[in-house]
């Protein structure tokens, strides 16, 4: 299995704070890609990177930026947090064609 | 309309049931049709990935997918306390790059 490591796993933080979320994989997977879990949405994809330096949109990527200068790491930010996204965000990599997607185990993040 | 329509539940059978989870869709670019398990305060795992139409079959677990109606189906055998989770149907073109969810059907298998 691939190792995805997500930090933190909880984190609080003010209204209008930049925030940034990291996840690491130990395996050179080139796909990776951060959703947001909400209760009555399922999971909807914020952003995805498809290689070092390469990143695409999702269908909720609207204050939201994210980065990847290397391969095993990949970073959401939230430049100035809202309530709205009070969440859980998981990371996924893709292992393969025919593997499907691994998630981490989510950060929680809770907007005051 | 969302792409990916699942019925939320709550769902509650009693153990030893045989439980049919479904999802529809309406993008027929989909190809790579998937159904995640999620615990509670845990990442999704996958359980089932198929490719195209057809019937794939692992222990208890049966996953159909009917292209023709847009139509995916999760069937569970002989269901355990332990199968209590939240089911994910998930979807992809072949373009590759966007995982799509349904909104997760929560089940709950009573002893």
């Known amino acids: 299995d691939a190792g995805i490591t997500q930090s933190p796993r909880h984190k609080v933080t003010e209204t209008g704070t930049p925030v940034t979320l990291r996840c690491h994989q130990t395996?050179?997977?080139?796909?990776m890609y951060w959703y947001r879990q909400d209760p009555g949405h399922g999971l909807r994809l914020i952003h995805y990177?498809?290689?070092?330096?390469?990143?695409d949109k999702g269908e909720v990527s609207d204050g939201y930026s994210v980065s990847r200068s290397k391969t095993e790491d990949f970073l959401l930010t939230l430049e100035s947090a809202t309530s709205s996204q009070t969440s859980v965000y998981f990371c996924a990599i893709r292992e393969g064609a025919n593997n499907g997607y691994t998630f981490g185990s989510g950060t929680r993040l809770t907007v005051v | 309309q969302k792409e990916v329509e699942q019925d939320p539940g709550p769902l509650s059978v009693p153990e030893g049931a045989i439980v049919s989870l479904n999802c529809t869709y309406s993008n027929s670019a989909f190809q790579y049709f998937m159904w995640y398990r999620q615990y509670s305060r845990k990442g999704p795992e996958l359980l089932m990935y198929?490719?195209?139409?057809g019937n794939k079959e692992d222990g208890r677990f049966t996953a159909q997918v009917d292209k023709s109606s847009k139509y995916i189906s999760l069937f569970i055998r002989d269901s355990q306390p332990s199968d209590s989770a939240t089911y994910l149907c998930?979807?992809?073109?072949?373009?590759?790059?966007?995982?799509?969810f349904g909104q997760g059907t929560e089940l709950s298998v009573k002893p």
């Open positions: 990177s498809y290689g070092v330096k390469d990143t």
């Open positions: 198929t490719y195209s139409s």
């Open positions: 395996e050179n997977h080139r796909y």
């Open positions: 998930a979807m992809e073109d072949n373009q590759g790059g966007k995982l799509i």
